[in-house]
């Protein structure tokens, strides 16, 4: 049985979809008796103060975590090591910092040589999201029936691993844990590689000579459509997605560029049972992800 959380303080970092979400939840279920919410933007703290999402607000990351015993950081991945430097001396005795990038080995090595040893990390990915951005964007329901992924390392603290996961449990998600190095090979095939591929074909068209704005708008069909709210993304958290998982990408795009060459021969010399084949397999795995309720 999931052991509901409870936490004096919570200081969310960023106050975007996730972490916006994740405080409609703490205030829901009433898991902590205080949220901080801090931004470096004094308009996103008004947005987030006119939504009720935190108890008190501030752009001061020192002040932000001083005495919180939760953490999370909901920045862009690269924006976490300076984030540490800052908050590291200011942060008590046994608090966990947690955080919700897409991306984990970078997390591990930009934020714990920062921390005190009395600090506990404990890297997390909430795998939910959508195309939106902001303290606005973010609804109670977004972790439901979804998957939250833990990378701690070995030697993390058990009870501040399972504070974490209960965390998420509570806001719905089925928890999972794996090392960060795996975490960060899956998602570049399941999530950063076809954002690549989105902001890349949605770019192909704008750049087209032929096509103007007009007619691309006018003429998109469904799998375009699915494209542009994919290239719709935050471009700042998702240009830190590349830069911080570069050797995973780089690594999933060859093998997307070797498989696409052998699609390239398919078409040009009519061979329609590879097509088949292939599309065949492809539809095999929606299904499943459907079957999984992971749509």
């Known amino acids: 049985m999931k052991k509901k959380p409870h936490f004096d303080c919570v200081a969310l970092i960023g106050i975007g979809l996730i972490n ?22 004094d308009a996103t703290l008004e947005k987030a103060k006119k939504l009720n999402l935190c108890h008190s607000y501030t752009t001061d990351v020192s002040f932000a975590v001083e005495g919180a015993d939760l953490i999370v ?14 908050m590291g001396p200011a942060l008590k005795q046994g608090a966990i910092v947690t955080d919700v990038g897409s991306v984990k080995r970078c997390v591990i090595e930009d934020v714990k ?6 600090v506990h990390l404990i890297p997390a990915h909430p795998v939910a999201g959508t ?37 998420w449990l509570q806001a719905g998600m089925q928890v999972d844990s794996m090392d960060a190095y ?14 690549l591929i989105a902001y890349n074909i949605v770019g192909t068209a704008y750049d087209l000579e032929v096509v103007n704005e007009s007619e691309v708008i006018k003429y998109a069909a469904g799998g375009f459509r699915d494209f542009t709210r994919i290239a719709a993304s935050d471009p700042v958290m998702w240009r830190d997605v590349f830069l911080n998982n570069r050797e995973a990408v780089l690594e999933m795009l060859g093998r997307f560029s070797e498989d696409l060459s052998v699609l390239q021969r398919a078409i040009r010399w ?5 097509l088949e084949e292939l599309f065949s397999k492809t539809r095999d795995i929606r299904k499943g992800i459907i079957q999984a309720k992971q749509v």
């Open 20 to 41: 916006s979400s994740l405080a409609r939840v703490i205030r829901r279920d009433s898991l902590a008796e205080k949220i901080i919410g801090c931004s470096r933007s």
């Open 73 to 86: 950081l909901g920045v862009p991945v690269g924006a976490n090591k300076q984030l540490a430097k800052i």
């Open 113 to 118: 040589p920062h921390l005190p040893e009395s």
């Open 131 to 167: 195309e939106h951005s902001g303290p606005e964007a973010g609804f109670e329901g977004l972790f439901e029936n979804r998957w939250c992924i833990l990378t701690p390392e070995e030697t993390a603290d058990p009870d501040a691993v399972e504070a974490v996961k209960n965390l």
């Open 182 to 195: 795996y975490h960060d090979q899956i998602l570049a095939i399941t999530s950063h590689l076809p954002h």
């Open 270 to 274: 009519g061979d329609g049972d590879t």
